[in-house]
């Protein structure tokens, strides 16, 4: 599904350890990793200045990671200072990157500018999906099933629907990778899940339940014909409980996600969807960009 990785990692996050774990990514069809760090400005004295002395140890950390790593995978480092999205976005346009993996609620350098006040900028201009990973469970991971994990990161896939605009966009953009993906299919189950709050008035649950009914069971049948199994489920109650809940009881390996409008998904502090999934939620999320 993801060719082309960018593995975003502060060192402390545990995604460092994806680099033992090459060969296992190449099985499910990846072909290049970019390892991205990035490195603050030095600020002792009156001129802030690149810290060479940083740069120069997190390539070399980079480098003992992946000594021994002799495969066909493509595995590149990238070390900047200074603007962190901008240099992020000029790494993705360089090596034509297609998925985005970083941690989530991890209080260090990377992920406080990513989640906190560049987000915004990085929402805004990024150009394709992101897959966010909770630190601390990669920490419980032995080498054996971070590996196995590896080989199947989106073997079994949720996508979060709910028949409006922005999740039909969702499910064209999860069908175009589907349509081109080429050699070792990377999904093998896809379930397309709704979850129907009860709270609003005005229309009646048994209503709003046939209205999702008809609608997911036609967005699935958009699925047919390729190499997949695809089912759908509906469900009432919180849409975030449920969600996470049907994620466990099935078993997914990730969640896809994407954001109803821009503006509530950039402002973490408002209680949108994919908000309060990327903080709610165990599972990885995948997060597609809105259609432009």
């Given amino acids: 599904m993801f060719q ?26 990846v072909r290049e990793v970019v390892f991205f760090h990035f ?22 950390r980079f480098a003992q990671a992946t000594v021994g790593f002799s495969g066909d995978l493509a595995v590149k480092f990238e070390v900047r200072s200074e603007q962190l999205v901008t240099n992020l976005l000029e790494v ?8 985005v993996i970083l941690g989530a609620q991890s209080r260090t350098l990377l992920n406080e500018k990513l989640f906190g006040s560049t987000t915004t900028t990085l929402t805004e201009k990024l150009p394709i999906p992101m897959l966010v990973i909770r630190p601390v469970i ?18 079994r896939l949720l ?3 709910d028949g409006t605009e922005a999740s039909e966009g969702l499910i064209d953009m999860l069908l175009d990778r589907l349509n081109h993906q080429h050699g070792q299919s990377a999904i093998e189950r896809c379930k397309l899940g709704w979850v129907v709050e009860t709270t609003r008035r005005g229309i009646s649950v048994s209503d709003k339940l046939a209205e999702a009914e008809d609608k997911i069971s036609a967005t699935g049948q958009r699925f047919a014909g390729l190499d997949l ?13 449920e969600m996470i809940k049907l994620a466990g009881e099935d078993g997914v390996s990730a969640i896809a996600v994407t954001a109803h409008s821009l503006p509530k998904f950039i402002e973490w502090s408002r209680p949108s969807f994919p908000n309060q999934l990327l903080r709610s939620s165990f599972h990885p999320v995948l997060f597609f960009p809105p259609q432009r």
């Fill in 4 to 29: 082309k990785l960018v593995i975003c990692t502060d060192f402390d996050d545990g995604l460092l350890r994806l680099a033992t774990c090459l060969e296992s990514l190449a099985e499910s069809g």
């Fill in 39 to 60: 490195v603050p400005m030095w600020q002792e004295g009156d001129i802030p200045r690149v810290d060479d002395v940083k740069i120069e140890a997190a390539h070399e």
């Fill in 92 to 99: 993705i346009k360089e090596y034509d990157s297609d998925l």
């Fill in 138 to 155: 990669l920490a419980t991971f032995t080498e054996e099933e971070l590996k196995l994990r590896c080989q199947c990161l989106f073997r």
């Fill in 159 to 161: 996508v979060a629907y």
């Fill in 229 to 241: 199994q695809i089912s759908t489920e509906v469900r009432t109650g919180d849409p975030i409980a």
